[in-house]
């Protein structure tokens, strides 16, 4: 699957930004999905996942739980980060990612992990000013 991430550009603290992720090659509805970000000069963190092993509960990072949702459409092969109550801290690109169904992900440490996934998109810069 290619995954394909937009929707980043420069938002005004407290502001909200959707960011999208075009899936395509396969149908991502089956996958485990889920974003991450790399603010600057720090390491690639996790955001937010949808967990297949669970239902299709959401999973989210202490940092961003309440202000931050993610969705996918299915009919559209995309998944969706909408991002609320932006602070500077967000200030990152942010990359959309995908695991197979053959090879599930089974925990939440798992979705944690940015080594479980085996596909990314390109990413895309979100830069919040304050």
């Known amino acids: 699957v290619q995954l394909q991430a937009s929707g980043g550009g420069l938002v005004q603290a407290g502001g909200s930004r959707r960011l999208s992720c075009t899936a395509s090659?396969?149908?991502?509805?089956?996958?485990?999905v889920a974003w991450f970000r790399q603010p600057p000069g720090k390491e690639r963190e996790f955001v937010a996942g949808?967990?297949?092993?669970?239902?299709?509960?959401?999973v989210y990072a202490d940092s961003v739980k309440g202000r931050f949702t993610i969705f996918r459409d299915n009919a559209k092969n995309e998944m969706y980060l909408q991002m609320d109550s932006l602070n500077p801290e967000d200030t990152a690109v942010y990359y959309c990612?995908?695991?197979?169904?053959?090879?599930?992900?089974?925990?939440?440490?798992?979705?944690?992990?940015?080594?479980?996934?085996?596909?990314w998109g390109q990413g895309t810069q979100v830069t919040v000013s304050s």
């Open positions: 990612a995908a695991r197979p169904p053959l090879t599930p992900i089974t925990s939440a440490r798992e979705m944690f992990t940015r080594e479980m996934y085996n596909y």
């Open positions: 090659g396969r149908t991502i509805g089956y996958y485990d």
């Open positions: 949808i967990a297949l092993w669970s239902d299709n509960n959401t």
